[in-house]
């Protein structure tokens, strides 16, 4: 079925450097994807969403990218910090069904 | 506002016991979802409701039952209790197209 998952399950970086997680979908039905953060013993929180009509978009030291041509999303983290360390997902809607279609995630390390 | 809350956070159970996760949101949001998470794993979907009375299943529903009485609660029970089963659940809530808030989870072990 569709799925959405992505390229690398651990990124280490060094703190300071800037950090890119990427995530693959295969719905091109999908209009809405979201990037999650899950600290251990946590629920996931919320850091950025993008709807399919943008290619682009930014908070607060992170900005989020979407490829619909080839079906690609990425998080950017600008200058990592300690606190950045967690577990990341990229999730999808599915069919404008607010169900959301989380990937299997990437766990980001800081290293001093 | 408490957000998403959800209880027990932690429950050992016996193969066949049945029991019940509960969770309730006080941000009034119409959608509220169980999912669960196997260790290194993302989210799969349980169940969804998208108001008081309605239900749907997700990818991984076999094994429960959940309803949706008020606004506020969904709660979601197991019948009988599988080592398939043992996991952590994490229920949250959101508005119509809005980002999802997510409880702070339940981890259930059957044995």
């Known amino acids: 079925g569709e799925s959405v998952g992505l390229h690398l399950p651990t990124l280490s970086v060094q703190e300071g450097d800037n950090s890119i997680i990427n995530c693959a979908y295969s719905?091109?039905?999908?209009?809405?994807f979201i990037w999650y953060k899950q600290e251990s013993g946590k629920g996931p929180q919320f850091i950025i969403d993008?709807?399919?009509?943008?290619d682009k978009r930014q908070g607060q030291r992170v900005t989020v990218l979407l490829n619909k041509t080839v079906k690609h999303l990425s998080l950017q983290i600008a200058a990592t910090q300690p606190g950045d360390s967690a577990v990341y997902f990229c999730a999808e809607n599915e069919d404008s069904s607010y169900k959301l279609i989380f990937g299997s995630g990437t766990r980001l390390l800081v290293r001093p | 506002n408490a957000g998403v809350t959800q209880t027990p956070k932690f429950r050992i159970l016996k193969i066949g016991q049945s029991m019940t996760l509960q969770c309730t949101q006080d941000m009034n949001h119409n959608y509220m979802y169980w999912y669960r998470q196997d260790p290194g794993m993302g989210l799969k979907l349980i169940y969804y409701?998208?108001?008081?009375?309605?239900?749907d299943k997700g990818e991984v529903p076999n094994g429960y039952n959940v309803s949706r009485s008020t606004t506020e609660d969904f709660p979601l029970r197991l019948e009988l209790a599988a080592p398939s089963q043992t996991s952590v659940y994490f229920c949250?809530?959101?508005?119509?197209?809005?980002?999802?808030?997510f409880g702070e989870g339940s981890r259930l072990t059957v044995l």
């Open positions: 949250a809530s959101s508005p119509p197209a809005g980002e999802l808030f």
């Open positions: 719905n091109s039905a999908s209009d809405y």
């Open positions: 993008i709807r399919s009509n943008m």
């Open positions: 409701s998208v108001g008081a009375g309605i239900t």
